[in-house]
């Protein structure tokens, strides 16, 4: 197995729940959530209940959609992210957000996404998580996979993904389906992290 390092890019946040805006910006607190923000889409935190619920289809690309699609964006980017699922913005519908990029120019929209074939090869890859901040640990995934879904502009296309990208996109999809990374790990590890995303959110709160 080899060891990919991509947690930094995955999901880093400087601090839990701490708010991740331009130093003009007033820190808002709200329960639960993990990036408060007056203009950004506020992100949950693990282990909130909300991050388990399975996303529904999106029936068209209509003016609603756009502007999640929008507010995503701008969410991830500021959040420093390469993926967000809209399961992470409490919008329970089937869209992700990814940019893997080094340059942050090259915002990929996927709507309604569906894996049309993986891989055999899989790899242990390092994760983490916007929703789960400061917790990174190895994955195992699909060395590749293809997967079809709409654009931002509602057209169906399928993108052949390999490393980083396919990662990422399977990342994102688990969160879809109601899935955090950390559930791929042990119970005993599992634990440890809720407790210690809880106490953050405690001390976060006072
Ligand atoms: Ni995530």
């Known amino acids: 197995m080899i060891l990919l390092i991509i947690a930094a890019k995955l999901g880093r946040c400087r601090r839990f729940c701490q708010f991740i805006g331009g130093p003009d910006l007033?820190?808002?607190?709200?329960?639960?959530?993990?990036?408060p923000s007056m203009a950004l889409l506020p992100i949950l935190c693990y282990p909130d209940r909300r991050l388990h619920t399975v996303a529904k289809p999106i029936a068209g690309v209509d003016a609603r959609v756009a502007q999640l699609v929008r507010d995503m964006?701008?969410?991830?980017?500021d959040a420093k992210g390469i993926g967000l699922a809209a399961s992470q913005v409490d919008v329970h519908?089937?869209?992700?957000?990814?940019?893997?990029?080094?340059?942050?120019?090259?915002?990929?929209?996927?709507i309604n996404p569906e894996l049309v074939w993986t891989s055999e090869a899989t790899h242990l890859n390092e994760e983490?998580?916007?929703s789960v901040p400061g917790i990174y640990d190895g994955v195992t995934r699909h060395d590749e996979v293809h997967v079809r879904a709409w654009d931002a502009q509602g057209q169906s296309r399928t993108i052949e993904a390999q490393e980083l990208l396919a990662v990422c996109i399977q990342h994102e999809m688990d969160h879809l389906m109601g899935k955090v990374f950390v559930e791929y790990l042990s119970p005993l590890?599992?634990?440890?992290?809720?407790?210690?995303?809880?106490?953050?959110?405690?001390?976060?709160?006072?």
């Open 189 to 206: 590890k599992r634990n440890r992290i809720k407790t210690k995303m809880l106490k953050a959110q405690r001390e976060d709160a006072r």
């Open 73 to 77: 964006l701008e969410t991830m980017y």
């Open 93 to 110: 519908e089937r869209l992700i957000v990814i940019d893997v990029s080094q340059e942050r120019n090259q915002p990929l929209v996927l």
């Open 128 to 130: 983490g998580c916007l």
């Open 26 to 35: 007033k820190k808002t607190k709200i329960a639960g959530f993990c990036i």
